[in-house]
């Protein structure tokens, strides 16, 4: 069964204060992983789509990255309007199903 | 550009009740998902429509759960009889293509007591 792990489970962040979080992905064959931020009381707001190995992808103050086992969101210099949970996201080869992570809950401090 | 829509935002039924959820996916867009997020736990798959075609419905909890597309447009997903453990929000999204990224709505939150 495809599965998802995103870690840290929740991170409080200073403004300026740069991290990354983890996405860590089990799959027969992975197709595409997808990065969503959702805000409260919302759905999942499409950011990324990564397909292979080695590939990143850049919006604002974040930046996604892809291995073989996992894919990175990196923040830089987040703001408070940063704070949303993040989730991560699996397509396999063999069907169109997303398989989700938990998310990482992500609060910038000003 | 009008994104996924999705009506009532919440609805308190209930147990032994039936509700009927609704979802307008982005003009255009043939795939349409219906996804659900349990309390505490991952967002997990429903079922996938390709038009009016069910085109993979495992994730389908049992036959309690009906899902429909009349004419390729909109769907959408009656619980009939509704239990406790069906509370959770319940999310659509769709797309133009299967292998591109998903357009998610805000979200139905069920709750039934």
């Known amino acids: ?93 063999g069907n169109n199903r997303l398989a989700f992570g938990k998310g990482n809950q992500v609060v910038v401090i000003p | 550009e009008a994104g996924v829509t999705q009506f009532p935002s919440h609805s308190v039924i209930e147990k032994g009740q039936t509700v009927t959820l609704r979802c307008d996916p982005i003009s255009g ?29 495992s994730g389908m909890p049992n036959n309690r759960f009906l899902a429909e597309r009349t004419g390729g447009t909109y769907s959408t997903l009656k619980v009939q009889p509704a239990e406790l453990e069906d509370s959770g929000v319940y999310f659509c999204a769709s797309s133009q293509f299967r292998d591109i990224e998903a357009f998610f709505g805000q979200g139905t939150r069920l709750t039934v007591v």
């Not at chain 2, 349409?32 to 993979?56: P, T």
């Open chain 1, 1 to 93: 069964e495809d599965q998802v792990t995103q870690s840290p489970e929740a991170l409080r962040l200073q403004e300026g204060e740069s991290s990354s979080l983890n996405c860590s992905y089990t799959v027969s064959g992975l197709r595409g992983l997808f990065w969503y931020r959702q805000d409260p009381g919302k759905g999942p707001e499409f950011l990324f789509t990564l397909y292979s190995a080695g590939e990143e992808k850049e919006k604002e103050r974040l930046k996604a990255t892809l291995t073989k086992k996992e894919s990175f969101l990196h923040i830089t210099a987040p703001k408070p309007e940063d704070s949303a949970t993040y989730l991560c996201a699996v397509r396999p080869y």
């Open chain 2, 29 to 57: 867009h043939d795939n349409l998902y219906w996804y659900r997020r349990v309390m505490g736990k991952e967002i997990k798959f429903l079922l996938h429509f390709v038009k009016e075609s069910k085109q993979d419905e």
